[in-house]
């Protein structure tokens, strides 16, 4: 379908490394986004357009760079039907990739089908995959050149449509095993794969989960309303896993009208069975979320939605990483518009915001820092003083930011006195000791420093 409790602290790394964005030309059309993110390896990423230009048209447009970025080239998808939009897209190297197309709800021909290039892009192949006028494809996955897995809504007899496929595309079977919808459909694009794993919600707010590439699924609910927004307007999520259990997950409601939005994190150690909220610090964002494969326990999210001319929302525009599993953000810009976002390790990443034409230089961010070393900037930025140190009552704070809080911490992570809004504290209760001084800002960032208690 179309788609528009935990404590706990972490120490983060006392080395400066700037963690920011470049921005690179897509070669798109004026003011279209990239949708989902296909990255292979460090040179090669492929992405598709959507219009985000508010003309409402469904592009059948794709983006490739096989140089890290420095380059990219767009094309456009010829063989789908008018009537088609791009859903889903999945890529083994520079030439050969594939995406899954499904129905605008116009008249037209070819618009539920699985097409294959391997030459770039230049030139498209429908594949035979059992898609047909009734269905509608959402997803799509290769683990290799060979086994690929493809998804969409549920057809007559009730059950999500799933083909699979050993032989690149050539042939596609239907999953035996493909679970009952129970009046649910999916959308375009929404899917985590971890090795032989696979999630995607609904718009019941459920998650299918296969832990064997598709061949049995297990359904659970979620934290989440609608996924996508359609059945219950206002609703949405995103999720992401690190391996097999553990992962994070978004729920936003009341979207319809600022005032009204909310945003709430979760976590999962079962593969998504449960979830629990987590009790966060810093500025974390509800665009979109992503695990950094390579790193312990780190995560990038992003915003996108910058309110209305009415209600305009800075703060809900920037993006954050997380070396802790949620539990503290911190922030690598602010006030931006960051989208959709994917990486390939600690050191290569990107993420989606709007081109500024064909001969333009933006429409997509790759990812600058080294996020392995749990480590920001900020420190540099904000310029943080705090003195007397070794202390014996008073410890005065100073930042070129406004500060917001102040928490004490001691050396166990245990959480042991906080200060509201202070540019001085005191400290004379403290037992003598070395203790975190966690101060974060009203701009979104966190930063921790130690203090001694004479």
């Known amino acids: 379908m179309k788609k528009l409790l935990l404590t706990g602290f972490a120490l983060v790394s006392m080395m400066s490394q700037a963690q920011s964005w470049v921005e690179q030309g897509t070669k798109l059309p004026t003011n279209f986004g990239v949708d989902e993110i296909a990255i292979v390896d460090a040179n090669t990423v492929w992405t598709f357009a959507y219009d985000g230009s508010g003309g409402g048209t469904y592009p059948k447009i794709v983006s490739r760079t096989t140089n890290g970025g420095t380059t ?38 070819n618009p539920n089908r699985i097409w294959k290039t391997t030459n770039g892009g230049t030139s498209w192949a429908q594949q035979a995959s059992g898609f ?13 050149a060979n086994n690929g897995w493809a998804c969409g809504d549920p057809v007559a007899d009730g059950k999500f449509e799933m083909y699979k496929t050993s032989n690149g595309g050539t042939t596609w079977t239907a999953v035996a095993g493909r679970p009952d919808a129970q009046g649910e459909y999916s ?23 296969s832990a064997d590439r598709g061949e049995s699924w297990e359904s659970n609910p979620s934290p989440v309303i609608d996924f996508g927004g359609v059945t219950t307007s206002g609703s949405s999520g995103s999720m992401t896993f690190k391996d097999a259990n553990n992962g994070l997950l978004i729920a936003v409601d009341g979207a319809g009208a600022v005032n009204t939005t909310t945003a709430t994190l979760y976590k999962t150690s079962d593969g998504g069975a449960n ?13 979109d979320i992503t695990y950094v494969p390579g790193t312990a326990n780190t995560y990038v999210s992003t915003g996108i939605n910058p309110g209305t001319q009415a209600n305009p929302r800075p703060q809900w525009l920037g ?16 006030g931006e518009q960051r989208g959709k976002v994917q990486f390939l390790n600690p050191t290569t990443g990107w993420a989606g915001q709007f081109s500024d034409g064909p001969s333009g230089t933006k429409g997509i961010l790759k990812f600058s820092g080294d996020l392995s070393l749990g480590v920001s900037d900020n420190a540099v930025k904000n310029n943080l003083k705090v003195y007397p140190n070794p202390a014996v009552d008073v410890v005065k704070i100073s930042a070129n930011k406004k500060v917001e809080n102040i928490t004490v911490f001691d050396m166990n992570g245990k959480k042991v006195k906080s200060f509201h809004a202070a540019n001085e504290i005191n400290v004379s209760s403290l037992a003598k000791g070395t203790y975190i001084l966690q101060v974060y800002y009203g701009g979104g960032a966190v930063e921790n420093t130690k203090l001694i208690k004479k």
């Open 187 to 209: 959308y375009v694009g929404l899917k985590e794969v971890v090795g032989d794993h696979i999630w995607f919600g609904t718009d019941r707010g459920k998650i299918l989960h």
């Open 132 to 144: 047909n006028n009734a269905s509608f494809g959402n997803q799509i996955y290769f683990w290799d």
């Open 319 to 334: 993006s954050s990483y997380s070396t802790d599993g949620g539990l503290t953000w911190i922030e690598i810009d602010a």
């Open 275 to 287: 979830w629990e909220p987590v009790e966060t610090t810093g500025p974390w964002y509800f665009g």
């Open 72 to 109: 990219w080239v767009s094309s456009t998808v010829n063989g789908p039907g008018s009537n088609a939009l791009i859903s889903d897209i999945a890529a083994v190297d520079g030439n050969t990739a594939w995406i899954i197309t499904a129905s605008t709800g116009t008249a037209g021909t």
